[in-house]
């Protein structure tokens, strides 16, 4: 005879499915946030996607069910957005491609981690809708700086692609993440008022973005650029026979005639450096007719190595040098570096100078000459924090960005990095020079639309008979995130207050 189930097994499959359909749904309403990423731009999907997913954080009636409501809400979010993680890892495959799932799986939850406990800590509030726009906020905040820092996917980045997006000029992407977690918790506080609201905040957004964008523009600079983008494959970029190949590619594209006033290659486009070349950099000024020529290169002093922008000009001086300093963890340096060296043989993926590069002393403006005026450069990952264009004294006419986005594959990740640099032009009422390797290449006005640009995946160079000029200093450029701590101190506030009780 068979043996009788125990009663409590139905009950338990039937507990395990809920609770599995419940996770898939948290990973979804997550998911559907990121609809708001490059190429997509979805916004419009993307914003009742954040509301569902406050309402899926919201819906736990316990603390711990709050915590894994919003560490699967956060994985999805973040896995969804951050797919291009796993592209370094193939670039050199039979070494690093089994980490690929790892880090994929890592980044996804370990970011989600901050999620987690902002739901779990908004449960214990009386006011848990506006606990957790609060306490999403400053997770946020604090997930752009613990660690070095790691701001990409921002929650106001929601807004990417559209009119709204010059919101950040007054207050911020941090800003703008608070207004809008606010703005999408409304309707969970009052179907009707609270929509409503929502709505003003939304349409005052938009109605303040398109009266910037039809504003007065500034005066151009009358300086020519040439853009060199070589398109060099990352896993063949080192290789000898081809670092000469890409060598004189950018070479050529730099010797057209007419010259320009500043010709730019991107980060590390140079495969030499110069202490043990020193011919190097006159190749590349004779290239240029003795014009000015920025340059992505490495640099050395010892047994130490720096990501490394150097402008050269006549016969070949280097007249200004800035080393970048902040640096991508587990990608241009390892934390323990020799450590880890030693006993796993890992190194950092993009350094080829021992394990990692040494960090810069911190951003610099470099002075180009009356013609191309003062310059902030920004080497790759540099240019997704908002805070390092308004860490120098003196105000430039322009930002340069140069990278090398074939470490983030050909999907989602370079033009994520596109959009995040073309924030640093709005918040800053600066225009924006970026030359990547592979692309995207193009140059981005003060109000952050794209005045030209290069196909991706392609070589070629772009040449401009001038810059786009410079608005007054924005409000964030002159107060940065002070909007924001105020409204998230107001509002930490109200929701400290326990409601009203309505009496019978």
Known sequence: MRAARHPLNPRLRALIRVRWRAVGLDVVAGASVALAQAPLLAWYLAFPGLIWALWRMLRPATTAGAWWAGWCVGAGYFGAYLTWIVSPFFIDPWIYGWMAPFAFVLMAFGLGLFWAAAAALASRFANRILALVVLLSAAELLRGHVLTGFPWAQLGHLWLGSWAEQMVALIGATGLTVVTLLAASLPLAHRVWGSGAMAVLVLCGFGFGQQRLTGPDPAPRAASLRLVQPNAEQHLKWDPDEAR????????????????????????????????????????????????VAI???????????????????????????????LVPFGEYMPMGDLIQDWFGIGAFAAQVGNGYSAGTGPMVLNLGPTLGMVLPLICYEAVFPDIPRGVATRPDWLLQITNDAWFGTLTGPFQHFQQARLRAIEMGLPLVRVANTGLTGVIDAKGRLVARLPFGEAGALDLAEIPGALPPTPFARFGDSFAFALLACLGLLALLRPRRRHA
Do not use: C
């Open 245 to 292: 190949i890409l060598f004189e590619r950018q070479l050529n594209m730099t010797a057209r005639t007419p010259r320009a006033d500043l010709t730019i290659w991107p980060e590390t486009a140079v495969p030499y450096l110069f202490e043990y070349s020193p011919e190097v950099a006159g190749m590349i000024a004779s290239a240029a007719g003795g014009n000015k």
């Open 296 to 326: 992505g290169i490495q640099r050395v002093e010892g047994n130490r190595g720096w990501n490394s922008l150097r402008v050269v000009e006549n016969t070949g001086d280097v007249i200004a040098t800035y080393d970048k300093f902040h």
